[in-house]
T-cell receptor
Framework: KQEVTQIPAALSVPEGENLVLNCSFT??????LQWFRQDPGKGLTSLLL?????REQTSGRLNASLDKSSGRSTLYIAASQPGDSATYLC?????????FGTGTSLTVIP | DAGVIQSPRHEVTEMGQEVTLRCKPI?????LFWYRQTMMRGLELLIY????????DSGMPEDRFSAKMPNASFSTLKIQPSEPRDSAVYFC???????????FGPGTRLTVL
């Protein structure tokens, strides 16, 4: 069974800092990987989707990379802002099955 | 599009009662997913429909749980009878053809007393 791990579980940074969130998975036979943001008491908002044939995707200040062979993905957030404070989850898809990490709780301090 | 719509947003019920959660996927999406989120277990996929047909229900915890998708624009998740350990946030998500992004609804927070 696919296992998805996110490290660190929590992260606190000052505003303006660049940061990296990590996601690792045990089975490299994936279809795609998706990064989400979840605000307290809210649903999940899709941030970026990387297909298995891609190595990275960018959206604004966010950049996600994928190294399928090593079972790793990173989410890079540039020039962090207090509004970026949320829990970030990665999800690995094998087509019909989806496996979520437990998330990284990010706090950006003004 | 209004996105994925779920109702109710909050449900408080007593043990033993029947609970029905509802979901309207994004128009044109052909895949629908039901998830459960708890502090202890995180997000778990319960069941997945493709073109209104249940494809994988291996995540459904017990026979007390059932899900239906009578048409492309509506799905229900039913718990009968409900138990306190069913308390969680239940999310519905949909996806279009081509295995692209999943889009989540706002969730239903269920509390079983």
């Amino acid at each position: 069974k696919q296992e998805v791990t996110q490290i660190p579980a929590a992260l606190s940074v000052p505003e303006g800092e660049n940061l990296v969130l990590n996601c690792s998975f045990t089975d490299s036979a994936i279809y795609n990987l998706q990064w989400f943001r979840q605000d307290p008491g809210k649903g999940l908002t899709s941030l970026l989707l990387i297909q298995s044939s891609q190595r990275e995707q960018t959206s604004g200040r966010l950049n996600a990379s994928l190294d399928k062979s090593s079972g790793r993905s990173t989410l890079y957030i540039a020039a962090s802002q207090p509004g970026d404070s949320a829990t970030y989850l990665c999800a690995v898809s094998t087509g019909n099955q989806f496996y979520f990490g437990t998330g990284t709780s990010l706090t950006v301090i003004p | 599009d209004a996105g994925v719509i779920q109702s109710p947003r909050h449900e408080v019920t007593e043990m033993g009662q029947e609970v029905t959660l509802r979901c309207k996927p994004i128009s044109g999406h052909n895949s629908l997913f039901w998830y459960r989120q708890t502090m202890m277990r995180g997000l778990e996929l319960l069941i997945y429909f493709n073109n209104n047909v249940p494809i994988d229900d291996s995540g459904m915890p017990e026979d007390r749980f059932s899900a239906k998708m009578p048409n492309a624009s509506f799905s229900t998740l039913k718990i009968q009878p409900s138990e306190p350990r069913d308390s969680a946030v239940y999310f519905c998500a949909s996806r279009d053809r081509g295995y692209n992004e999943q889009f989540f609804g706002p969730g239903t927070r269920l509390t079983v007393l």
